[in-house]
């Protein structure tokens, strides 16, 4: 099973990014899927998730109302859009697939994580 993260950069404070996690190796469809982030020096946080229809999404509160959390089953995919970037939305950023019915935001409970992408958001 392998997660694969994409779309980080650098940008400008206001800017937007895409972030894509294709995921390999089984089918995803049943799994809630999430995104995670973590800055230097700080534990991996709780970023968004979706469960494994699409009909269900959770935000963290810093994030809310600026990013937007997606699914495509048939692709075996996963997407974050970010808008409203800020500097402090600054950090590494990692999806992660999970088991159960209700949408976890603790990293503990999602068992297979991908590589990471380095998101920059400069003032």
């Known amino acids: 099973v392998q997660l694969q993260a994409s779309g980080g950069g650098l940008v400008q404070a206001g800017g937007s990014l895409r972030l894509s996690c294709a995921a390999s190796g089984r089918t995803f469809s049943s799994y809630i899927m999430g995104w995670f982030r973590q800055a230097p020096g700080k534990e991996r946080e709780f970023v968004a998730a979706?469960?494994?229809?699409?009909?269900?999404?959770y935000y963290a509160d810093s994030v809310k109302g600026r990013f937007t959390i997606s699914r495509d089953n048939a692709k075996n995919m996963q997407y974050l859009q970010m808008n409203s970037l800020k500097p402090e939305d600054t950090a590494v950023y990692y999806c992660?697939?999970?088991?159960?019915?209700?949408?976890?935001?603790?990293?503990?409970?999602?068992?297979?994580w991908g590589q990471g992408t380095q998101v920059t958001v400069s003032s």
């Open positions: 992660g697939v999970a088991d159960g019915a209700a949408i976890p935001t603790i990293k503990s409970s999602y068992t297979y």
């Open positions: 979706i469960s494994p229809g699409g009909m269900s999404t």
